[in-house]
């Protein structure tokens, strides 16, 4: 049998607000696995359907432009927050983004690139490793683009223009009027970061997601006592309310909650003066599914003081 760490048990409280025993019983019956153990609880009803993003622990910034018709978004990591609030990095990952709105979205590609000045952006950012005195890496890129319209672009926890801890791009196809298009962009980019939708649509969902929601909802059904005939009106209704979580353009517009995204759009075709249409979102959070070793203080000073 899996040894269940307090660690474990820590991590799962975490992602799903359960009761401490709760959580040692789930992670005894998942056999230490820590997403069966979440889908144990759920279906015992002990914890709310797991929204909880990857743990944010990695440093560094987001670069965030747009140009025209297209927008590019870049992760950069480092080791601190100071680094962070480094002029010369800021200045690394703003030449980095802008190099990156003119290449594929390909970390390699972007990694290969002539860096302004001579070298490589490679070769620029164990420059400034060496320079600045932390580990660095280009971790991710991600690219929007649009025949006719828009880009939205919002970025969260700004340390100057265009950097920050999370970076939105929106793109809307549409002939209408630019202002009113970058307008309901920026919105939505907005709305994107707050609500951190999985997919643009519940069409869009992977397959393996909504399999595992169907099996934690009828599971949950069953284990209540309800009939095999009402279980699967049950899982469906379910599905409505998942998708109203997941899916950016069912979700409840956070700046109008009395409305969804999708209603929010098409009531923005008038003033546009043409149809809009939602073809894609891009959200990069820093340090997004990066762990980073955790140090107890207080466990650290008692086991200095027990060597002493």
Not at 160 to 184: F, N, R, Y
Request: charged share 25%; net charge negative.
């Amino acid at each position: 049998m899996a040894e269940i760490t307090a660690a474990m048990v820590k991590d799962l409280r975490e992602k799903t607000g359960a009761g401490m025993m709760d959580c040692k019983t789930a992670l005894t019956e998942a056999a230490g696995d820590t997403e069966a153990a979440v889908d144990w609880l759920r279906k015992k009803g002990l914890a709310k359907a797991a929204k909880k993003a990857g743990r944010t622990a990695a440093e560094g910034l987001i670069g965030l432009v747009t140009r025209g018709p297209a927008g590019v978004a870049v992760e950069v990591n480092a080791e601190t927050d100071f680094v962070a609030r480094n002029t010369e990095f800021q200045e690394m990952v703003q030449a980095v983004t802008d190099l990156a709105l003119a290449q594929p979205a390909d970390v390699a590609a972007l990694r290969a690139a002539a860096y302004p000045g001579g070298g490589t952006v490679e070769e620029k950012i164990a420059a400034t490793v060496a320079k600045i005195g932390e580990n660095m890496s280009l971790r991710r890129v991600a690219r929007l683009e649009v025949s006719a319209g828009a880009i939205g672009a919002y970025v969260h926890g700004v340390v100057a223009p265009g950097l920050g801890k999370i970076g939105v791009l929106v793109a809307l196809e549409s002939t209408g009027d630019k202002e009113t298009l970058e307008a309901l962009g920026k919105q939505i980019a907005m709305h994107v970061a707050a609500a951190n939708p999985v997919a643009l649509t519940g069409d869009a969902i992977d397959p393996a997601v909504l399999e595992r929601e169907k099996n934690v909802l009828a599971d949950k059904a069953r284990a209540s006592g309800k009939p095999e005939n009402v279980i699967a009106k049950i899982v469906e209704s379910g599905l409505k309310s998942f998708f109203k979580e997941a899916a950016l353009l069912d979700q409840a517009f956070v700046h109008d909650p009395s409305k969804s995204v999708a209603q929010a759009v098409k009531e923005a075709e008038g003033k546009a003066g043409a149809p809009i249409k939602v073809t894609g979102f891009v959200r990069l959070q820093l340090g997004e599914g990066i762990e980073k070793d955790e140090s107890d203080f207080a466990a650290e000073v008692a086991a200095a003081a027990g060597k002493a």
